[in-house]
Nanobody, 125 residues
Framework: QVVLVESGGGLVQAGGSLRLSCVAS????????TGWFRQAPGKEREFVAA????????LYTDSVKGRFTLSRDNAKNTVYLQMNSLKPEDTAVYYC??????????????????WGQGTQVTVSS
């Protein structure tokens, strides 16, 4: 199995930045894609972004394009989500997820095999 742990969340003013980290352990050789999702109170979970093992392929939802950037350091088994120009609408619990043996970057949470515990991001106005 793969165990994922997120970190880097916190409270930030609108317009500020945060960098989230997702550290994977276990059978990481089977992790082909890493996704980020978020869930705000009273709302359903939504897709944020995804990145391939090589880092050569990325996918972002429209609302974060130009503000969020994915990267990864496979030597550290870590994926990073750099979040700039944060808005109050970005407030949510952010989760990372891993998909094994994937030929594409899924947008649907049900397609991912492993999930982290989540990290809270709060953006104040």
């Amino acid at each position: 199995q793969v165990v994922l742990v997120e970190s880097g969340g916190g409270l930030v003013q609108a317009g500020g930045s945060l960098r989230l980290s997702c550290v994977a352990s276990g059978r990481t050789f089977r992790t082909d894609a890493t996704g980020w999702f978020r869930q705000a109170p009273g709302k359903e979970r939504e897709f944020v972004a995804a990145i391939s093992w090589s880092g050569g392929s990325t996918l972002y939802t429209d609302s974060v394009k130009g503000r969020f950037t994915l990267s990864r350091d496979n030597a550290k088994n870590t994926v990073y989500l750099q979040m700039n120009s944060l808005k109050p609408e970005d407030t949510a619990v952010y989760y990372c997820a891993a998909k094994t043996s994937s030929w594409y970057l899924p947008r649907e949470g049900r397609e991912y095999d492993y999930w982290g515990q989540g990290t809270q991001v709060t953006v104040s106005s």
